[in-house]
């Protein structure tokens, strides 16, 4: 996930993208290098640099860029993990392409996916470093990222997905089922030094309102129910719970409710609520639920429940708990 670097703040994304790839390489009977760490060690928040530069090479050894791209696209290997949750929670590509720029901004990567230009159903985007954070994402990088990428939006049911590596509207679409052709004009970007532009077309669904809150069976959803709040609070917990990595402004939440920002905001007030501290208390919860039963990092459950950074997980975790997230797993926890 995001991009490799020396940086100390190596990171759970990059775990994750470990994980994914390490994962695809097994179901496909491909050697995986030698010395990577135990399933139980990649499960964590992060992996060393070089166990993860181990795996992009053992990729390209067995199959060049064709092969890491596609590989990298299997995203449904992350199926449970909290930041597959979290990206594929987006309704859109525009919302992907946020929730992955808040996964940069939150474990500090040293590279980045910038915004170059947006148009209905096209995006140009740019992975490069972060200014001050060092050296360039190699590319092989950066196409494993266009693969999670890609992968994301197809696992979103895209349709009519295409993308072109390099500037300009004049390169070529990028066949996106496997074979020869593919792998041309890949070893063709690549030896331009393409691999880190790219624009996806896609066909863009008609806009529409905000959707009631989904009633399917989400044990999560119901995680707030106890609590002694009037019934337009526990729509809005509902809401943040279905989806607590996403963005929930005041305004979105208001006309989800069918109610301007401000008489929802004086309808909470008189309950002493406010959209933020329903929202804090619903992912804390939800981080709660994780942390009890799921083995997963502390970091990357703290940004698939929506907080900024981990710092900011800590803190209002333990001001809501009365305990930080750790301690909270250690004493309570049974996995």
Partial sequence: ???????????????????????AMAAQGLALPAGLPAPAALAGSHVPLDCKRSVVQAVLAQGGPALLLNLARQ????QGDPVHRALLGAGDIPGLLARWQRLERYVHSGHQVSLLSQDPGRIGLHHHARPGKGG????????AVLGVLLGSCEALGTAGLAVQLGLGDGSPALPLAAGPEQAALLAIAMARGQASHW????????????????AGANPQAALCDALPWPPLAHQIARRVLHDPAGEHPVHALARSQGQASRTLQRHLAAHGLSCRSIATEARTRAAAQWLLDTPHGIAE???ACGFADQPHFTREF????????????????AV
């Fill in 199 to 214: 624009t996806l077309h896609w066909q863009p669904a008609a806009e529409s309102h905000v959707p009631p809150t989904p």
């Fill in 136 to 143: 360039a994402p190699l590319p092989p990088e950066s196409l």
């Fill in 318 to 333: 333990a001001r809501q708990v009365g305990m930080t997230p750790a301690r909270y797993r250690q004493a309570f926890g």
């Fill in 301 to 303: 459950i703290g940004f």
């Fill in 1 to 23: 996930m995001p991009g490799m670097q020396d940086d100390e703040h190596n990171d759970f994304a990059s775990a994750a993208m470990v994980r994914l790839l390490v994962r």
């Fill in 75 to 78: 995203v449904h290997w992350l």
